[in-house]
């Protein structure tokens, strides 16, 4: 049984060029216990996606259609006071950048109470209490005494643990870290990513890990899901993706990425830029910068956008070509051969 | 080998530490660089890696003199520039430049791409044949920019564009030397790539030498011809890329390879990770002796006396520790994934203990 269901979700933001289609039609499932990887690079609509999970877009701003469900409830419609009662103890999230995300002007403890006062009727010592505890789970030494620090006074790597022990605070059953370690050094980038592992196992929790880094989603995932201009190109469990992987970007990102066990002579970059979500190309939107285009007979990619298929169960692959034509420019490609 | 065409010995850099009242009183000193030394041969790329705040960057512009350092001697071309002043420095820019890290703050906004690509040529007072404007187009096209954006402005442009144009300003004097300092690490993978490659061609067709100065262990292994660690100000480990990455013997060293995630998920699973707890002390007062001992998990007492000497334990291989360890450290294996075909003979062989299991992730979930 899911606890966390997406349909169709799409988030478009009018702006005076136009129409940005941020996100376009993104549905997946998440099991308490797993965790899922989504990974994209800047613009793909991964961080939109989960501000949109989250209800934390501006409606006034923003066009926002499909479904959100967790526990049955719709959160797309559930109105404000709904939404936050959900926020915070059934789902919480860390934020990328941990040096901006902490109130400057106020101790690291009071900002992780306030998160536990919302939600729970105590007084303002048990919840700094209930602070201390939480600073001291995520890894901070001497939590009664640096609760009471302000955020300057914490490390980059301190500063993320008090962002997770916030969004801990509540027992959330989903978690939602959005580019967790991307401002942090690989060495705490490690403590980071071990100490989610802990508490996914310890709190039963469903995690959802947006990255860049093919690394860490192999590290975390269980299941992951590539997207590309607001779109999912392609799904399936973290093996299907690194091992079988057949949407020419998937590959793509496979074979640019320079690899720290790996020795080649030359890197192989996917040519071209991702699209402006202004002006998305006509037909499948990776299709101008697409390798494997030359092997589809007409002129689909050019016209029509593909749409995701089974290609095997539980992996999904948004591409017109054929799967075993795409597993065979896919092998070469990352053989490096064309 | 060939000469050096950069030689820095004892780099101090220190940058006071000042407290502001009635008088402005120095209480210390932020030692960023605190006695490195290291020799940048013809035509090679050598990788400064380390974490943030340890020094790599304020090394990488000490060593072309755009600071001055505290202490040391640095030599370039056989110039001994350590004290130069600008004027003597001036016609040195010539030879030595820098690719910056931020492709949106390194160029000026308000000036047209040509006008940016054009001030070296106007700066130096150099006269290219066919005039500045062919020139410039000419560069922009080397790089892979469409020469007819001579007259946009760098908002126009990408991330990954912007990086080409300030590849495109640093190689316009034809220099012979380099500091790339983060050039890639704003970019997205896919176009990450494309300078990388970008980068290694205009090196091969200039005979460029460069440092290059990074975070990402990845990309400096693909890049670099060998690769100094750096932490807290001190090399802790110089070899050869090969070397460093199979067989690394600094404890430092090995767990900063050891963090950087693979994107091999089985592979992923079967590592053993060297968790180093704690952050980076503080550079401006510094642990006693060895500056890594307080999350080094071989320390002993000596290390806290005694800093140890960045000294040769194989040719070209030189750590910075009293207790090298050579057989911990599981070695990274280096091998093609993805691919069946033999290692190419550049590469070197390493003993590789578990090629049998399924380390290499291969065997069981082929097709």
């Known amino acids: 049984m899911s606890y966390l269901e997406v349909k169709d979700l799409r988030v478009a933001f009018p702006t005076d060029d136009g129409l940005v289609q941020a996100v376009d039609g993104v549905s997946f499932n998440i099991e308490r216990g797993k965790t899922l990887g989504i990974v994209g690079e800047s613009g793909s609509g991964k961080s939109v996606t989960s501000l949109a999970i989250m209800s934390l877009l501006n409606r006034k701003h923003a066009i926002i259609s499909g479904e959100v469900i967790i ?44 998160a536990y006062k919302v939600h729970n009727d105590v007084s303002d010592e048990k919840a700094f209490d209930h602070a201390i505890q939480m600073l001291d789970r995520v890894g901070i030494p001497e ?62 929790s469903a995690v959802i890990v947006i990255t860049h880094d093919l690394g860490v989603v192999a590290e975390v995932a269980d299941d992951v899901m590539v ?60 299709a101008p910068r697409c390798f494997a285009k030359s092997h589809v007979n007409g002129d689909a990619c050019d016209t029509t956008m593909p749409e995701l298929l089974q290609t095997r169960p539980g992996h999904d692959v948004r591409c017109h070509l054929e799967s075993s034509a795409r597993i065979s420019v896919a092998k070469q490609r990352l053989a490096g051969e064309n | 080998m060939t000469e050096p065409i950069l030689s820095i010995t004892d780099l101090q ?16 000193d932020v030692k960023a660089v605190d006695g490195i030394s290291l020799d940048v041969m013809q035509g090679e790329t050598l990788g400064l890696v380390g974490e943030s705040g340890c020094g790599k960057s304020t090394a990488g512009r000490a060593a072309i003199r755009l600071l001055n350092p505290t202490g040391g001697k640095i030599v370039f071309e056989g110039q001994d520039i350590t004290n130069a002043s600008r004027r003597e420095l ?11 890290q931020d492709p949106y703050s390194s160029l000026n906004p308000r000036h047209t791409v040509g006008r940016i690509i ?58 012979s030397f380099i500091v790339l300092d983060e050039p890639v690490s704003a ?28 975070h990402d262990l990845s990309v400096v292994r693909h890049i670099s011809d060998r690769v100094a660690v750096m932490y807290l100000g001190h090399i802790m480990e110089i070899t050869d890329r090969d070397t460093l990455y199979a067989a690394p013997q600094h404890p430092y060293t090995q767990a900063l390879l050891s963090a950087v995630p693979l994107p091999d998920p089985i592979a992923e699973s079967q590592r053993e ?57 599981k070695q990274i294996e280096i091998r093609r994934p993805h691919s069946d075909q033999p290692m190419p003979p550049s590469s070197i062989q390493v003993d590789r203990p578990q090629t049998s299991g399924p380390a290499s992730g291969r065997d069981f979930v082929g097709e």
């Open chain 1, 143 to 204: 939590p009664a005494k640096r609760a009471s620090d302000f955020p300057h006074q914490f490390s980059g790597g301190m500063r993320q643990r008090a962002m997770i022990a916030m969004a801990l605070c509540n027992d959330p059953s989903l978690l939602i870290a959005d580019e967790p370690t991307t401002a942090l050094d690989v060495t705490v980038q490690a403590q980071i990513l071990s100490l989610i592992k802990d508490v996914q196992k310890e709190f039963n």
């Open chain 2, 187 to 214: 970019l997205d993978v896919s176009i990450q790539a494309q300078v990388v490659n970008l980068l290694d061609d205009i090196q091969k067709e200039f005979k460029l030498s460069y440092l290059f100065v990074a």
């Open chain 2, 13 to 28: 850099m220190y940058f006071p530490v000042m407290k502001t009242g009635l008088r402005t009183v120095k209480t210390g």
């Open chain 2, 273 to 329: 990770r060297i968790l180093l707890q704690g952050d980076l002390p503080s550079p401006i007062n510094p642990p006693s002796g060895c500056v890594f001992r307080t999350r080094c998990v071989f320390a002993q007492d000596l290390c806290a006396v005694d800093m140890p000497e960045l000294r040769e334990v194989a040719p070209g291989h030189k750590i910075a520790c009293h207790f090298p360890q050579i057989s911990l450290q």
């Open chain 2, 90 to 100: 001036r016609p040195l820019r010539t030879r030595m430049q820098m690719v910056f």
């Open chain 1, 71 to 114: 526990e049955g409830k719709n959160l797309i419609t559930a109105d404000e006071e709904t939404v936050r009662s959900y926020r915070g103890h059934e789902m919480a999230m860390i934020f990328q950048d941990p040096m901006s995300s902490l109130h400057p002007f106020f101790s690291v403890g009071d900002q992780v109470a306030e």
């Open chain 2, 118 to 175: 054009a001030a070296p040529f106007e700066i130096q007072g150099v006269k290219p044949e066919g005039g500045i404007k062919k020139a410039v187009q000419e560069l922009m096209e080397r790089v892979g920019l469409n020469p007819e954006h001579y007259n946009r402005y760098p908002n126009e442009f990408s991330g990954g564009q912007r990086q080409r144009i300030g590849v495109a300003r640093s190689i316009a004097l034809r220099p």
């Open chain 1, 227 to 286: 997207m590309y201009a607001g779109r999912v190109v392609e799904r399936g469990t973290v093996n299907d993706i690194f091992y079988r992987p057949e949407m020419p970007y998937t590959v793509g990102l496979l074979s640019s990425a320079p690899r720290l066990d790996q020795v080649s002579d030359r890197l192989i970059p996917i040519e071209g830029q991702p699209p402006s979500l202004l002006r998305l190309p006509a037909g499948c939107s990776f």
